[in-house]
């Protein structure tokens, strides 16, 4: 019998991509609110998914550094199951209720980026960096302290694609009105037989079921976002036309579940 | 309308991780013949597909070193389309004809990665490396000639998971009897609602279907062949028990179709 | 004028891979005590540098997870200044004073590897992986508490060179009788000119001279270490005849200088 | 007895970075002539070297895919020893002598990188892509023919520092007036003992001594040719005023010496 969540299915199942969830997150995350032009933003949302009229271009630039586990101490194989990602979160709603829709997502692992696919996030590889701070004061340390100073930056197959600065002003005991709303994606898994190309196997809307979400150490403060062009991209087309506060907390949560909006394909 | 083959789904359809078929590939390849234990390998297969009884256990190891295009100049953006792979491949039966079982494939690209999981083929992260041949006759070059040496080695995550070695004796008008049999792989996308996680949105035996195949510059030779073991691998349990011939030839190829040969979720 | 502490040399001094000094590091380490055979490292040393009698083969695993900056917030640019590294260090006595050597240093950046030779670190490019100790409470984190347990591993072009295991008991004070030796490494910098590949143009003994150290959430425990085999390295010949404690502390000094205890080239 | 051309040095010789020429290169280049405005890479020059009144501002930018063998095969293992660099080589004149500058340099591999400081090349990590041609004919393929296109793109720590476009248009016989200079660079290894840090301990002109230089399959055509603005970075100060011929071929060349202009130390 062969083993695994995903593939390769093999005799022991320790060869899959991705093991079976419970997936368990523990991270740090540098977020950017902006806005961007909403006639633009309105040409990324499928079927079923409207722009938030209460907030209209309101987005939200995340950059997480985090280890993943799930069963068998994933978290001790460093070299596989840490990692980077960047996602770009829009203000929507689906049938009237708040959600965040995931356009674009980047990711510095194979087995994050097949998790995210499952998930519905649209991953493709990313190279991503955020400052760290560290416990031991020094000049080289971005210590969480009023004025302290954070960077991030994204880049894929050598192009700059989003830059982050954060100066730290306050710590807050909650993310009062921001990331507040369950992420919706799409699951999308296309055909290869002839004249099928655009008869997906899987084309679904999905909303995540975080379980046990907890956010810690959280600080606010102003921000910088840039979206450099680029080729083969389409980020740009999102690039700020305002930019609001900026934040860096901790976080952890697990996920067992996703939630099927709707099946596209029907 | 959003476009593109895969998500990100986007208005121009550049964004989109694989662009759409027809794909064109070109490239070099290193390949080892090699014997397993059949008593092992059998274990490695799908129901419906069988051991090739008039050569059990007979297998390839798979290095290719190629430049990807589809209808956008995509060759001319190197840094994103040039891709290095390994696959492992199984001389097998599908109802009585004869295949090549795809267990294990590795790739050093995204593109590539996502490309692979829509034909079927079970693809990981791996950073490989080939010996080049190039033209100016030098120590460093790795010339086409009677006892020309080549090296490759595939690593993921840091761990080396196979090395071979072959010392060309001959040049070959074709590959008789070698990787002449059409690859069938599994396209496998998992569920992740409560209660599916074993029940795959997408589980189908498929078999690819090459348009234009052209082998050239083929030459054989004497070959070594290692698989060393590796946490988080299952690749070293088809260790050689038995080494044939290298091949180093060149290749191109066209994908626009795959034939699904069995729906295994029914 | 051409500006800058190392090539390139520019017209603005930008460009140089390392920045002038003061140099500030800041970030965690996990560090494992282990012997080698005294009988086997002794030939490591170069003249004038002895293993101490009185702890003769003790040494220690370093893996280091930092955050580098100079005079131009070079903090605030992770994807260039972040860095991780892995050193052996050899307990040892030059004219009697107590010293570590350092035989062997993997860095994964380009600055950080011509900072290392310009110190007499003999710094060799390597991929390195620390588990994080993260905020908040998951399955996921690798949180400083009793029973804590950390992973470290260095690959060097795909092979895996070190791997270590600890598992936290304790909460010390200080870091007693561990990494208390100044480091002494080897500057060295060969000539190419015909007849002189033997005569460096710089071979000198230094000791570092770290300025305002700093140790800080101190824990030790229990600890594996291994080095595997790997062609084109010379590492598993420390191999742990026995390993002792293993230690996860955070750390911060500041570089400006460098004693040079003797020119070998005289 | 510690052995090694370079650190580390160790008791077989095999752990140091570099091993001891004669060192053998073998590979492609993809080359774009350009002029860049001589008021200004006349501040990239050191002293004793003046541009070439000739020919002002006309430079080289240089991409290049190759392998790389010292004594003991190393091109036999390739995860360690294949490489892709770029550089810029400015027509400049050391008295009266015809040579050609090398004031910005990258490669992708720690060697090499090592290997170039000591051949007097500034040299940083960057990532290097070159369009392959491959024999088996495709859409993929970027044959040697009339109208065949290539790209060349280099990228260090994220960020695009290069890229060029050539379109081939007849095959030549030689490279006419086209890298038909030798290459001086600037050996350079600072001191960091206190008040030393301008002081280098090893400042010299060279002049590459090339062996037994090869130079075959020549094709030229029209290029295009850009320097993208990145931050950390001086090279987009030489961004071409104007883009001459494009050039791509495949060479070989061996070192063994250098040859030394100056001491600068003096």
């Keep these: 019998m062969l083993k695994g969540f995903t593939a390769p299915r093999s005799p022991w199942g320790i060869a899959a991509l991705v093991p079976s969830p419970p997936w368990h997150f523990a991270g740090d995350v540098l977020a950017v609110e902006f806005w961007n032009d909403p006639d633009v933003s309105v040409h990324l949302l499928p079927a079923g998914v409207e722009l938030d009229e209460r907030c209209r271009g309101r987005s939200v630039a995340l950059f997480t550094d ?15 199951y840490q990692c980077r990602g960047f996602s770009v979160l829009l203000d929507a709603l689906w049938r009237g209720s708040r959600i965040a829709w995931c356009p674009y997502c ?8 097949m998790r995210g696919w499952i998930q519905g996030y649209p991953r493709k590889f990313g190279t991503v960096h955020l400052s760290r701070a560290f416990v031991a004061s020094s000049t080289a340390s971005a210590p969480l302290v ?4 954070f ?8 192009r700059l694609l989003v830059q982050a600065r954060i100066t730290l002003r306050e710590r807050a005991e909650r993310l009062a009105g921001f990331l507040d709303r369950r992420i919706v994606g799409r699951r999308y898994f296309p055909r290869l037989s002839a004249g099928m ?12 079921v975080p379980h046990h979400p907890l956010v810690t150490d959280i600080w606010t403060g102003e921000a910088d976002l840039h979206f450099p062009e680029a080729y083969g991209e389409e980020l740009e087309m999102l ?28």
Excluded: W
């Design 66 to 80: 985090y280890q993943f586990t799930a069963q068998n101490d994933e978290h001790l194989d460093p070299a596989r």
């Design 151 to 158: 960077s991030a930056c994204m880049s894929a197959h050598g």
């Design 197 to 208: 190309h655009d008869k997906p196997a899987v084309d679904e809307l999905v909303r995540s």
């Design 146 to 149: 009023h004025d302290g100073r």
């Design 106 to 113: 980047y990711v510095d692992n194979d087995a994050a980026l």
């Design 239 to 266: 690039g700020p036309l305002k930019v609001g506060r900026g934040y860096r907390f901790s976080f952890s949560y697990s996920v067992t579940d996703i939630e099927v909006l709707a099946d596209l394909t029907a």
